[in-house]
């Protein structure tokens, strides 16, 4: 019998948040769950997409997909109490890690100064074994690496002349869909929120097909299943890095 990890409560102790993911509905996959909490407790979330999942709709052209996505996202994320929500235009299935990449991300962090920075994991497998996609995997490092990026004004000098002064605030790291989580956000009261926050996305869920798990399956797959290992009802399991 496997034993369960030990795992800690994630610290409540920041003000501001920024989400960094790959498409539009990645952050709908539970961590907007843990956006409800913190939003309803006063804490200011903020998004940032690196694409507009142009390519996720196998029948619609990405030039129709792209804006319909991005409106999606933006409707999950008014769903959990998030009103800012910020694209970059990398191209949906290309994206790549590299200094530019790093560079953008750095930018945004700098911009909005968070204590906690979200993202998806980065390794080549998910929780469960499921591969991981090549967008999430090189939005993950980036994102890692851009928040040491950010308060070193030696790396990237452009950005501070850009008038984004280096922000060295970034306390916590956390990667969601880990498969070696270390810390927990308790989710009581905010399950339906996140059910809520996914179904936003009719045209991509309804193209996804009549097999795939509906939105509160899925919901409750992740929440319970992070519950069932932090010992509560619904939990979101986050590998956490502990920068300062």
């Known amino acids: 019998m496997t034993e369960r990890p030990e795992l800690d409560e994630l610290p409540d102790d920041f003000t501001r948040v920024l989400c960094v993911a ?3 509905d990645d952050i709908e996959y539970g961590t907007s769950a843990a956006v409800d909490r913190w939003t309803k407790a006063g804490k200011t979330v903020t998004y940032f997409l690196l694409t ?25 994320a008014a769903m959990v109490g998030v009103t800012e929500v910020d694209f970059a235009d990398y191209r ?8 530019g990449l790093r560079r953008d991300i750095a930018r945004e962090i700098r911009r909005r100064r968070p204590e906690l920075v979200v993202t998806g994991d980065y390794h080549d497998r998910f929780v469960g074994g499921m591969p991981n996609q090549a967008d999430h995997r090189a939005v993950g490092l980036a994102t890692l690496d851009a928040c040491a990026d950010a308060g070193n004004r030696w790396i990237f000098p452009e950005l501070s ?3 984004f002064e280096p922000w060295a605030g970034v306390k916590l790291v956390g ?11 308790d989710l009581a009261g905010h399950f339906e929120a996140a059910v809520a926050s996914l179904e936003a996305h009719r045209e991509y869920n309804a193209a996804l097909g009549p097999d795939f798990p509906a939105p509160r399956d899925i919901i409750q797959m992740v929440l319970g299943g992070g519950g069932e290992a932090a010992g509560i009802e619904h939990a979101l399991l986050l590998d956490v890095v502990q920068r300062r």
Do not use: K
């Open 161 to 163: 002349a850009e008038g």
């Open 92 to 99: 949906d299935g290309h994206v790549e890690y590299g200094l």
């Open 175 to 185: 990667f969601a869909g880990s498969p070696q989580p270390t810390h927990f956000v």
């Open 22 to 24: 790959a498409h539009p």
């Open 52 to 76: 507009r999942g142009e390519a996720g709709i196998d029948t619609m052209q990405p030039a129709t997909a792209g804006p319909l996505r991005e409106q999606e996202e933006r409707d999950g």
